[in-house]
């Protein structure tokens, strides 16, 4: 409306999302007068395919090559830039990027865990959900010329360590077997 002012009352949601400033515009959170502490996350995805196709991965019988180690080093790489892709994240400094799979021949799909580590001001969940998805995309580029139907889903946080927020642990997450 031309020559009258609308009023910029924040709105509920904008007191209580810190991407948001008072007026309810997105902004870059300042951690500057954060501390800097140790903080850990773990993410979890998967990537559902036909029963031929998991074998074909997990036997090494991709034309493209070890779509496992590629997807590993396709995680790592992708938690590295995450403040690149993610508009808002801060660049930190990562410690630890650990990319884990499991084959499930019974759910048809590799599940893929992503533990990510730094000593910063803020933390590093984004940095684990983005390397699970990056690692789950390469299996697929990897595959796709023998399975196109491919699904990918279940991105989530597991758990989170450190920071103002405290921890967290999602409910219901089956333990991660060890090597």
Known sequence: MAGKKQSQKPSAVATRLTHLDARGRIRMVDVGTKP????EAIARGQIRMAPATLQAIVGG???KGEALAAARIAGIMAAKRTHEMIPL???????VVEIDFRPDPAGS???I??????DARTGVEMEAMVAVTAAA??????????????????????????????DFTRAG???WPAH
């Open 36 to 39: 800097v502490t140790r903080r």
């Open 61 to 63: 019988k991709l034309k």
């Open 89 to 95: 994240c801060h660049q930190i400094p990562l410690e």
């Open 109 to 111: 799909s590799i599940q």
């Open 113 to 118: 865990q992503a533990r990510t580590v730094t």
């Open 137 to 166: 995309l390469t299996i697929y580029d990897m595959a796709k010329a023998i399975d196109r139907a491919m699904e990918i889903g279940g991105v989530r946080l597991v758990a989170k360590r450190g920071g103002r927020s405290g």
């Open 173 to 175: 997450e089956p333990p």
